[in-house]
């Protein structure tokens, strides 16, 4: 299936998929910059708030998906642990890129006989 302008306007017409897109955009920014966010950069051990449940609450916004056992904060580690996945990712598109595109380069004339 090709991707073209009539697809984007009929995935972007819905508004589930309108909404899914945003919010998977919103993570993804949240994910790969942390320096423009400094509450996100550590995780730590704070007892007194172990276990506590999801809350949504603006005045502890690091408390949207609870507390694990020794405190730390659920929504912490699972933008720590998405920004390591979108690393490895980028590393391994770059690195297939780089031997890629050369072997490729290489192979073409071997290929075709040119």
């Given at each position: 299936?090709?991707?073209?302008?009539?697809?984007?306007?009929?995935?972007?017409?819905?508004?589930?998929?309108?909404?899914?897109?945003?919010?998977?955009?919103?993570?993804?920014i949240l994910a790969l910059l942390p320096n423009f966010f400094p509450n996100l950069q550590d995780i730590e051990i704070n007892l007194p708030m172990s276990r506590l449940p999801p809350a949504f609450d603006f005045s502890q916004p690091l408390g949207?998906?609870?507390?694990?056992?020794?405190?730390?904060?659920?929504?912490?580690?699972l933008l720590n642990g998405a920004r390591i996945s979108f690393l490895v990712s980028l590393c391994t598109v770059a690195g297939c890129l780089f031997l890629g595109i050369p072997l490729g380069v290489l192979a073409a004339p071997i290929v075709t006989g040119k």
């Open positions: 299936m090709k991707l073209n302008r009539q697809s984007w306007r009929y995935v972007w017409k819905h508004s589930a998929s309108r909404l899914s897109i945003l919010t998977l955009f919103f993570w993804f949207w998906l609870g507390y694990d056992p020794v405190g730390g904060s659920v929504l912490l580690q």
